[in-house]
């Protein structure tokens, strides 16, 4: 009996895959638009828990092979995901729901959005939930990384100090750099007056075919601000408040005093250390160790507290915030505090058709500015010293012009800043018809800085100035009046055509003033003006009377006008096909008198690959679109408004007046006319693949890019006629640079199960950057040295030169063949032998100052109500000249100041630094640049929701460079009527320390 059970139960086992299979049969249907009843086509359907699927044709159809306990599972872009369980049912009618979420995703690609499955430029979208954690009160700080190609920079650890912003590269010499920023369709925002909480998403347009729509003004790039605004439904007040805590995240490694004194007695000898200047001893007949960076330095505290209300009903919202911090720097009498007010109104009238915008933001900023100097001093002034006398007075050494108690400068200056800034706008749009609107959109900004300053002469580093006092104000003035037409239609479900076109005038006035005095007279010391006046009464020095210059009271005014036509076209085909077009044309009152106006053309497709029938069925690829554009752009940013003009001032030669029978200062040409002045010109081509797998789990975007800067600016060189060139030099439009590069962004779901998600994304770019032209035929640049390396006993010497065919940032130095005999760095020859000659040394291309590949990965984590985020970055292939090690290793100059532990390994007469490569170190580095644990307590009663979190910024860096911190300045614009680049690559110390931070805060939801 038991054997035949068996063998029954044995045989269904067998049976029961044909059982299944009997089971199952084809499901065929059509999926539809549920709002319009058309037919989708590429949509998956796939069987629930396998990787069985197919994907609906042209005319939406599909068929499957499944059964009847099976749930189809149907998802397309933009629309919400379905589950239906067929049943007996063989077929289906399914009818998909645009998804809320996907439509809300817009890009802003400048007066007005797109969604991002029709884009064809290459634009970036940072969403205010993926900011940066920890204390970022710049809204750039809060998307350093996130952006592919973005590189955001900052420094120093100076809170007062704003990042420097490079997007694909360095486009400009001397036109300027940096991106356009346009905070709710205003152009030119100073970043800082906004508040990152105030922030809903930041796009950045990368491309000239994005970008050109602003013109002149779009060459580096265009970083789009849209702030939060008040939604339909019930009122919302929130509460956000944190406290951070920073201190230096590393120091210089420079000798303690009995560091010191054993240095010295090798270098110099035993008797040296009787030198009671330098090496006093105290009471009980010690000498002093004084840690001069802690004198100056502090643990700073930063508060920060916002509340805002928002809401409103089907006609009217509102949104209004109120956001204070309060910034301590760690060197002290250094910080800012800043109060942001914000309103946005958004209100709708006659039966919906019209819709008003209003936005008002006040903010004041009031900083406490660093000395550099006093940092400066910290680092040289000795261990061996003590900070004051046993009278009370501060500690000098006598006779030194390098030695000045860093302690005494820091607290006998100031330096504040007060900043006030009004922007008020309003945006209409009248809808005429379903598919005909106008738009007008004015704003209004103005701004108002006074900085204010005093040296004590009391002390010894400001005697020579004889102290010094001064006040100074400027006014920004910005008026904008943008008129714009748009014209939409749609063809059928998945076809349609957008057409816009405009009108932009801008006027900006700037003007200022300007005085200061000298305290008086050293005999007066005994006098405390400095302590009675600071800078408040100018008037009661003496500098004036005892001291004649004609720089004691200064002032400037400036205006200028852009005028710009628009417009731009857009053509969406079956879904598949994108095309836009776009043209601007400006006129500026900045340019010469022959080159008043420009245009700038773009162009870009886009194909969606994914939704044609060839792809139907791919169980793996399921969203592909190619893109490709050209542009052209403008950079006029750099340049001031009246440099094509003539124009007269002070000249450096005085004349006699017989009647005051005194020399006077003249007035003379102080600046060429240039009618032929214009835009520099950016053109750039620009390919993109987008692409989504796995079901949306993963999905990232490829950019490849190429850009040429033509009618490059620089100030050259011309000699000088009596007829139409009265000054040496002119700012001429002729060198071309060029910047290549590819760029990746990846990210996706890597798990979502149970309770737990653990989303990741990383971003990263390469780009090479080349000088193509600095020459024609007409103007010359000459040999253009920059990247001083500085030192004692030193003339000028550089370590890098723009060179046509070579990138910026290069390195041009000796090679390193070790020390002679005397103490001297010897180099290779051009002969192959070895010199201690500089002017005889072979020089090589030695490295870049700018890095070659940025990278960061973010990685966001939740398990219950927990969460956890982090983001490392990493910078590769740039070289940085420790122009600072090399003078704190100067063996002969050991008792001139201080110097680096790193000074035992030198020979003891090394006495005169060298350029050579024997500086030259590797930048790269990886720094966790913040992390954040949060936990989410349920709302309960009035609470909605509540977040309390702990976190902070540069926990730590893994780089080989022996420096203090190996992300420097990477500026190398040119100064205006200057001729050498900034330096780039180059630490030269007596930087602002950087720091470590850690962050307590709470977000609480009403």
Do not use: C
Not at 3 to 29: D, E, H, S
């Amino acid at each position: 009996m038991i054997k035949r059970y068996r063998f029954r139960f044995l045989f269904l086992l067998l049976l029961m895959p044909v059982l299944t299979f009997a089971q199952q049969r084809m499901v065929t249907g059509t999926v539809l638009d549920s709002q319009n009843n058309q037919p989708l086509p590429g949509v998956n359907v796939i069987n629930k828990g396998t990787t069985n699927g197919t994907s609906t044709d042209n005319e939406g159809r599909f068929s499957i092979q499944t059964d009847a306990n099976t749930i189809l599972v149907f998802s397309y872009v933009g629309y919400a995901s379905k589950e239906v369980l067929p049943g007996n049912q063989t077929q289906l009618k399914v009818s998909l729901d645009a998804d809320a979420k996907a439509l809300s995703e817009m890009v802003v690609i400048g007066y007005g959005t797109v969604q991002k499955k029709d884009l064809t430029g290459a634009v970036s979208q940072v969403s205010s939930k993926d900011f940066n954690a920890g204390i970022n009160p710049n809204p750039l700080q809060a998307i350093q990384g996130k952006v592919a190609g973005l590189n955001i920079t900052q420094p120093s650890g100076d809170p007062n100090q704003s990042p420097t912003v490079r997007l694909r590269g360095y486009t400009s010499l001397a036109g300027g750099s940096e991106p356009l920023y346009v905070v709710d369709g205003v152009i030119g925002i100073p970043i800082n007056s906004i508040s990152p909480s105030d922030i809903d998403r930041i796009d950045v347009l990368k491309d000239a075919s994005a970008s050109a729509i602003y013109g002149s003004r779009a060459a580096n790039g265009v970083v789009i601000i849209t702030t939060k605004r008040g939604q339909t439904g019930k009122s919302t007040l929130t509460f956000n408040n944190y406290v951070g805590m920073e201190t230096i995240s590393k120091s210089l490694d420079l000798m303690n005093g009995n560091e010191y004194r054993e240095q010295v007695q090798r270098i110099k000898g035993p008797g040296s250390l009787d030198d009671n200047l330098k090496f006093p001893k105290d009471q009980s007949g010690n000498g002093y160790n004084t840690d001069w960076m802690k004198q100056i330095s502090r643990t700073g505290y930063t508060k920060s507290s916002e509340v805002a209300l928002s809401g409103g009903s089907d006609n009217f919202s509102y949104r209004g915030s109120l956001n204070y911090v309060d910034r301590e720097g760690i060197i002290k009498n250094t910080g800012f505090n800043r109060v942001t007010g914000r309103i946005n109104v958004d209100q709708k009238a006659l039966n919906e058709k019209l819709k008003i915008q209003y936005n008002l933001t006040l903010s004041k900023t009031e900083s406490d500015l660093v000395n550099n100097g006093v940092i400066n001093r910290a680092v040289l002034f000795l261990p061996t010293l003590p900070v004051r006398n046993p009278d009370g007075t501060y500690y000098e050494v006598d006779g030194s012009f390098d030695l000045y108690n860093p302690v005494a400068m820091q607290n006998n200056f100031q330096d504040q800043s007060k900043n006030h800034v009004l922007i008020g706008s309003m945006n209409l749009n009248y809808d005429l018809t379903p598919h005909f609107s106008l738009g007008a959109n004015g704003a209004y900004r103005y701004e108002n800085t006074v900085e204010s300053q005093a040296y004590n002469m009391a002390v010894k580093a400001f005697k020579g100035q004889l102290g010094e006092a001064s006040r100074s104000t400027d006014q920004h003035n910005d008026k904008l009046l943008e008129l714009t037409a748009k014209y939409n239609r749609n063809f059928g479900s998945n076809s349609s055509f957008n057409l816009l076109g405009g009108y932009s005038y801008q006027e900006v006035a700037n003007d200022g003033f300007g005085a200061k005095n000298n305290i008086g007279d050293p005999s007066l010391e005994d006098i405390d003006l400095y302590g009675l006046y600071g800078y408040n009464n100018l008037g009661r020095y003496q500098g004036t009377l005892i001291r004649g210059q004609n720089n004691y009271a200064t002032s400037f005014a400036n205006s200028y006008k852009l005028i710009s036509f628009f417009g731009r076209t857009t053509f969406n085909l079956l879904d598949k096909f994108n095309v836009t077009a776009t043209l601007r044309r400006d006129g500026s009152s900045k340019f010469g008198a022959n080159n008043k106006w420009g245009l700038f053309p773009s162009i870009a497709g886009g194909w969606t690959v994914s939704n044609e029938a060839f792809m139907a069925g791919n169980k793996t690829l399921n969203y592909l679109k190619l893109r490709a554009g050209w542009g052209r752009t403008g950079n006029s940013e750099g340049i001031n408004p009246y440099n094509s003009l003539l124009l007269y001032g002070p000249s450096t030669n005085n004349y006699y007046d017989p009647v005051l029978k005194n020399y006077l200062p003249g007035v003379d040409v102080i600046q060429n006319s240039n009618p032929d002045l214009k835009w520099e010109v950016l053109s750039q081509v620009n390919l993109g693949l987008d692409f989504e797998l796995f079901n949306g789990k993963l999905s990232g975007t490829l950019e490849v890019y190429d850009k040429r800067t033509n009618d490059m600016l620089y100030n050259y060189s011309v000699a000088q006629n009596g007829v139409d060139i009265f000054v040496g030099n002119i700012l001429k439009n002729v060198g071309q640079m060029s910047n290549k590069g590819v760029e990746l962004s990846l990210g996706g779901t890597l798990v979502e199960q149970n309770n737990f998600r653990w989303r990741s994304n990383v971003v990263g770019s390469v780009f090479k950057n080349k000088i193509v032209r600095l020459s024609d035929q007409n103007f010359d640049s000459g040999q253009i040295l920059y990247n001083n390396f500085d030192g004692r006993g030193l003339g000028l010497i550089t370590a890098s030169e723009l060179r046509e065919g070579r990138p910026l940032g290069e390195f041009y130095v000796p090679k390193f063949a070790g020390f002679d005999q005397d103490g001297n760095i010897t180099f290779e020859s051009e002969d192959g032998g070895q010199t201690a000659d500089y002017s005889k040394a072979k020089k090589f291309e030695s490295g870049l100052g700018i890095p070659k590949a940025t990278v960061s990965w973010t990685n966001n984590l939740a398990y219950k109500n927990f969460d956890l985020s982090f983001q490392l970055r990493g910078v590769f292939g740039n070289k940085i000249l420790n122009n600072l090690r090399s003078n704190l290793t100067l063996s002969g100059s050991v008792l001139e100041n201080n110097m680096i532990r790193d000074i035992s390994s030198f020979p003891a007469n090394y006495s005169t630094p060298a350029l050579s490569d024997y500086w030259l170190e590797s930048g790269a580095f990886v720094r966790l640049d913040n992390w954040q644990v949060g936990y989410n307590i349920p709302g309960k009663g009035l609470l909605r929701n509540a977040r309390v979190y702990v976190g902070g910024n540069n926990l730590f860096v893994l780089t080989k460079y022996t420096g203090v911190d190996p992300e420097l300045a990477v500026n190398g614009t040119i100064a205006v009527n200057q001729q050498q680049p900034a330096s780039i690559g180059v630490d030269s110390g007596y930087i602002y320390p950087k720091t470590r931070s850690f962050q307590l805060g709470i977000n609480l939801s009403f």
